[in-house]
């Protein structure tokens, strides 16, 4: 059994559903393609499709080494156009995750140059604010704001981002403007936690080389940096977020900044991936251009 012809078959029958369509698009006939899958099937040890009159529909095991066969095969394929310099020839998937924000403000904008200029690229993007399992969810590069925990991934340092306190115009009207973290007590601070539940130690700072916390009021918390801002925006209390994600609201006149004698550290912006000894062209030439695209969105 040739084990690559055979994956390639498996995978072109998982994206048509049908053993007819597939042997149909790559001109062979049907019974040829059923039984190489069959031997793929026996060699691997398990099944990796449902066979029903209407449709073929992917085991849970098949699902698993279908997303592994299409990296693999895009690889070997990108193999075979290593020196080739046209960027047409650069090719496959590639699964990345990033915030909301980063998103929706930095890549999109961007984005669309990058995929002509490497059209044969397939992007899968995934932004929320839930840490994602590198690994186990198959993701090429992530790019991550904060203190990152030791995980045995490679980390490429892209900056920082300068954290400012806000509030809107109208919370300032009714509430008064703060002057030190001690009239904080009276203020209410938006709470932003990954977990509900996990009530976050209150407001923070960075002075004389230490961090503070203050206790303070409010009673919202969230789990979305959307919902954070607007919760602010709509007078709701008072944020801590990096300066560029409020740049717009901030330069309108939307949100004002306080306490800027009392902000906590710059968070750190990374750019992490797996161990790999050799990271696939595509993979490479996307990172490069994530952390130049970046470069106009860190501060420091």
């Not at 793929?40 to 209407?54: F, I, K, M, N, V």
């Not at 090429?140 to 203190?147: A, E, K, L, N, S």
């Not at 009392?262 to 490069?288: C, G, K, T």
Request: hydrophobic share 40%.
């Amino acid at each position: 059994m040739d084990k690559i012809h055979a994956m390639q078959l498996f995978v072109r029958v998982a994206e048509l559903e049908s053993f007819s369509r597939a042997a149909d698009t790559l001109g062979l006939p049907k019974g040829s393609v059923s039984r190489q899958i069959q031997a793929l099937e026996t060699h691997l040890g398990t099944r990796l499709l449902h066979r029903t009159t209407r449709r073929v529909q992917l085991t849970q095991d098949g699902m698993v080494y279908y997303e592994r066969a299409r990296d693999l095969l895009a690889n070997i394929d990108e193999l075979d156009g290593l020196f080739l310099h046209d960027p047409a020839t650069i090719s496959g998937r590639l699964r990345v995750d990033m915030p909301v924000a980063v998103a929706k403000n930095v890549v999109m904008p961007r984005l669309p140059a990058f995929l002509q200029q490497y059209p044969g690229i397939e992007l899968e993007l995934s932004s929320s604010d839930r840490r994602v399992d590198v690994i186990g969810e198959g993701f090429d590069c992530v790019v991550r704001i904060g203190t990152l925990r030791d995980s045995g991934l490679v980390a490429r340092p892209l900056g920082k981002l300068t954290v400012v306190n806000c509030a809107s115009p109208g919370y300032l009207e009714r509430f008064g403007y703060p002057h030190s973290p001690e009239d904080l007590a009276s203020h209410a601070v938006i709470h932003y936690a990954l977990n509900l539940g996990v009530r976050p130690q209150g407001f923070e700072y960075f002075l004389n080389n230490e961090t503070h916390w203050v206790k303070t009021g409010g009673v919202l918390t969230v789990n979305s940096t959307e919902t954070y801002h607007a919760a602010c925006l709509a007078g709701l209390g008072i944020i801590q977020v990096p300066r560029t994600a409020v740049r717009e609201a901030l330069r309108s006149g939307r949100l004002t900044e306080i306490l800027p004698l009392y902000r906590a550290q710059p968070m750190p912006v990374s750019l992490i991936y797996p161990h790999r000894r050799n990271l696939s062209r595509r993979v490479h030439l996307f990172m490069e251009w994530l952390g130049d695209v970046l470069k106009d969105y860190v501060d420091v």
